[in-house]
């Protein structure tokens, strides 16, 4: 099993900055890649950005540029770095972690980005 546990998140004006973070514990040997999700009211859960164990990154078109994934693997902790953040990010931001059976979820974190 895998426990992931976000928190990070508040309220920030437009334009600013925050930074989630992912703490991991369990069986993380088995995670062979980590992600942030979000999910905006009335939309579905979608992609923000994801970090292979070897340090590869990926980001959803609209966040990149603007975000950074990274990890501390001596923590066992995933970050996101958020800048120039908009309303249109205001969503819960979830921490995931991939197995090659399953995924796990963090319990999210709220950000709201007010105009």
């Known amino acids: 099993q895998v426990q992931l546990v976000e928190s990070g998140g508040g309220l920030v004006q437009a334009g600013g900055s925050l930074r989630l973070s992912c703490a991991a514990s369990?069986?993380?040997?088995?995670?062979?890649?980590m992600g942030w999700y979000r999910q905006a009211p009335g939309k579905q859960r979608e992609l923000v950005a994801t970090?292979?164990?070897?340090?590869?990154?990926n980001y959803a078109d609209s966040v990149k540029g603007r975000f950074t994934i990274s990890k501390d693997n001596a923590k066992n902790t995933v970050y996101l770095q958020m800048n120039s953040l908009n309303p249109e990010d205001t969503a819960v931001y979830y921490c995931s972690g991939r197995t090659t059976i399953t995924y796990y979820w963090g319990q999210g974190t709220q950000v709201t980005v007010s105009s």
């Open positions: 369990g069986t993380i040997f088995s995670i062979n890649l």
């Open positions: 970090i292979t164990n070897g340090g590869r990154t």
